[in-house]
């Protein structure tokens, strides 16, 4: 079975990005000697999934970060190349989240890290995410893009953990229930 797991930061406020997409508030508050977990999280992860906004920006922001396989969900960019750089790193896919996961799971893909606002709300939507790991920045942007959207059933969770850290920033792991 393919499990989605996702790892995301908010603003105090829940939004991930400013209205134009700006993450430099999320980036000014990065503390390199803080670890938040993300390398123990990613070590268990089989696969990627984000989506065209968030490829797009992680583009922007430099190298390309990640060392597992990525798939980016967009109708857009799946009638167009992977870039050169990114070739066997990087797929398109125009596929909603629910054929995708039965996809993966053909392939003995096991974990998904889900990232990026309207995917993680696309893949809760459907139940296709298994736990939630929050790190609340505090900052209040008043607007954004935000990491929930409206939901056409609630969605249960349980609090397994939460920490803070001396920069301010609270992390909660959930996990789905429901």
């Known amino acids: 079975m393919t499990t989605g797991h996702a790892f995301i930061a908010t603003s105090l406020d829940g939004f991930i990005a400013r209205l134009d997409g700006d993450v ?16 123990d999280f990613i070590a268990d992860i089989d696969l990627i999934v984000m989506g065209r906004g968030t490829y797009e920006k992680v583009l922007e922001l430099g190298p390309w970060p990640y060392d597992r396989p990525v798939l980016v969900m967009s109708a857009k ?7 050169a750089a990114l070739v066997g790193k990087v797929n398109f896919t125009s596929k909603q989240p629910m054929e995708l996961m039965s996809e993966l799971a053909s392939k003995g893909v096991h974990r998904v890290y889900v990232d990026g606002g309207r995917v993680v709300q696309a893949f809760l939507r459907e139940g296709l995410i298994r736990d939630l790991v929050i790190t609340v920045v505090p900052v209040l942007l008043g607007q954004g893009r935000p990491l929930f959207g409206e939901m056409e059933a609630d969605v249960d969770l349980k609090l397994v953990s939460s920490r803070s850290f001396p920069s301010g920033l609270v992390q909660s792991n959930y996990k789905v229930i429901g």
């Open 24 to 39: 430099n508030w999320l980036m000014e508050r990065d503390d390199p000697s803080e670890d938040h977990g993300y390398g």
């Open 77 to 83: 960019l799946s009638e167009e190349p992977v870039p």
